[in-house]
């Protein structure tokens, strides 16, 4: 595995070109001036050391030189054993609502943004879990599969929005179904189903659905997004704001559907949780997930590294090395030969 020990020093590469681009600027400056002394043919004859292919060669050797004393001081590393750690884990699932009425602006800024910076929050806290994502609307999209890479999460968590999915709707059930094929099959009671939604479906296979995950081992979660008083679900038509409306003209007005979710978390043999308090609702999730059995899991990690910044260090003092020596011209001249 490679890496840089202190990868904030490779910044100074951005510095390399701006000082060998002024000193190129000030070579141009220096040959304009002296061409006003006197034609090229003249000015050959009395500098005869004078070369530009030598002078561009100087900033060529500076440029290569400067970026490998950079890259050393960063200290490139590569692992060069690596160790078998067994932990203990749980299996945890995100599924994220990405329906259109998930922008509606209920609570600020609106449900969808929420949600997302929760779920950041949440995959923080969990840290040391196996955890996937998975987002839905009419359908269900596994995003990312279980791993402990935290990074990724995040990234595909805040890049989610309605319009990844082709087909709008909320259908709870499928997040259900393809959360269930995402866990192991063959281990049981360390699996967790975290929905992140308004609830706000027409899916009557979902409490079915919740059972049978149960029964599969896996407790069901609902963290309700949005009010029970609601809000209009926005759209942008030619870039103006407006409201979706229903086939009478009128505004749709969406509500989060608390009962429903209430009665998914019972039927699942989790919890019910409003996106009211983070912090609280964190401490929640927390504290059952704490309850749930580990199975143990086996990771390699690289543990030692060996450095490789002598090198880079080397070759660049060479370059300079180089570089001093190399004639470049402008700094002798040849004395005239006199007659007889």
Known sequence: MFRFEHPENLYALLLVPLLVGLGIWAFYRRNKALQTFGERSTLDRLMPEWSARRQWMHWILLFFALSLLVVGWANPQWGSKRQKVTRKAAD???????????????LAPNRMELAKRFGGQLLEALQGERIGLVVFAGSAYTQVPLTTDYGALDIFLKSSSPSQAPYQGTAIGAAIDLAGRLFDPNSANHKALI?????ETHD??????????????????????GTEEGGFVPEWIDGQKSFKKDRSGNPIRSQVNVEMLRNLANEGGGQFFALNNPTQVIRGIQSAVEQLDRREMEERVYDEYDSYFQYFIGIGLLLLILDFFSPRGGATRKSPTTGA
């Open 195 to 199: 929905l992140l939604t308004d609830g």
């Open 92 to 106: 945890i699932i995100l599924a994220l609502d990405i329906s259109q009425s998930m922008l509606t602006e209920d």
């Open 204 to 225: 009557e296979d979902a409490l079915e659905k919740a059972r049978a995950a149960k029964e599969q081992g896996i407790l069901l979660f609902t963290i309700a997004v």
